[in-house]
């Protein structure tokens, strides 16, 4: 189990980074679409623990072990015994029998290196078991503070909300004076909410709900409670909220 789990942080961490690194590399010039396929598959590694592919992380003492195995399987075999020896002109003498005479007086055979160490595998399944209970512990707090602030700002909007009748869009439209900004928000009813600036020029108004209604088209708000399950589940580690943000 334990490995199971650092190999999806370790398969997580990986996806981050390169997806990171062609944002920065290509900028531009990747396509929307492109973009929310690299973020789905990311979002599907932090949300699925089971093992999807092997990480380039994965196996590398494996591969240190054949490594090892190798060289030592290579390594040059001791002379066996007492047979047909090489002489210095490189002729072979035959071993003489018990009773032919004298043993001539070979030169030892060099000695054999020993063979090396095999680097020892960590052990990962004595970590504390704290840390399990404090990974939970952790997503827990996490989940409850955002579903706390959403459901803060949830009632804040109904207090000032006022509905826009009329207004050209698919979806419920509200003004709600003091919001920093235009948003989509709600999951089972999403509404659009606007500023009272924008719902005074009708030509912005125009604009902002149609950008809105392809962030509703796009399934912002099902990305955004995705976004905010991984961030509880990976709260400690800053990669996911870098990718968050």
């Known amino acids: 189990m334990t490995v199971m789990l650092l190999e999806w942080v370790c398969t997580a961490a990986f996806l981050i980074l390169v997806v990171l690194a062609l944002r920065a590399a290509l900028g531009r010039r990747i396509s929307a679409g492109l973009r929310y396929a690299l973020w789905a598959v990311v979002l599907?590694?932090?949300?699925?623990?089971?093992?999807?592919?092997?990480?380039?992380?994965a196996g590398t003492w494996v591969v240190t072990e054949k490594r090892m195995e190798h060289s030592v399987a290579e390594a040059p075999s001791a002379p066996a015994g007492l047979g047909d020896a090489p002489s210095l002109s490189g002729q072979y003498v035959p071993a003489l029998e018990v009773g032919q005479g004298a043993v001539p007086n070979f030169p030892d055979p060099p000695s054999m290196p020993a063979a090396p160490e095999l680097p020892a595998a960590p052990d990962l399944t004595k970590l504390p078991i704290w840390l399990g209970w404090a990974w939970l512990a952790g997503a827990g707090v996490v989940a409850l503070v955002l579903l706390l602030s959403n459901l803060r700002f949830y009632g804040r909007l109904r207090r000032v909300r006022t509905r826009l009748e009329g207004a050209d869009c698919p979806l419920a439209v509200y003004a709600a004076p003091g919001l920093p900004s235009p948003c989509l928000f709600g999951l089972l009813r999403p509404a659009v909410y606007v500023t009272s600036e924008t719902a005074a020029d009708s030509a912005m108004l125009r604009h902002v709900l149609a950008h809105e209604y392809t962030?509703?088209?796009?399934?912002?708000?099902?990305?955004?409670?995705?976004?905010?399950a991984a961030l509880a589940v990976h709260w400690w580690n800053p990669l996911v909220w870098l990718a968050a943000g």
Request: aromatic share 10%.
């Open 44 to 57: 599907l590694r932090l949300l699925v623990p089971v093992q999807l592919f092997t990480s380039p992380i």
């Open 215 to 228: 962030h509703y088209k796009h399934g912002d708000h099902v990305w955004s409670l995705l976004r905010c």
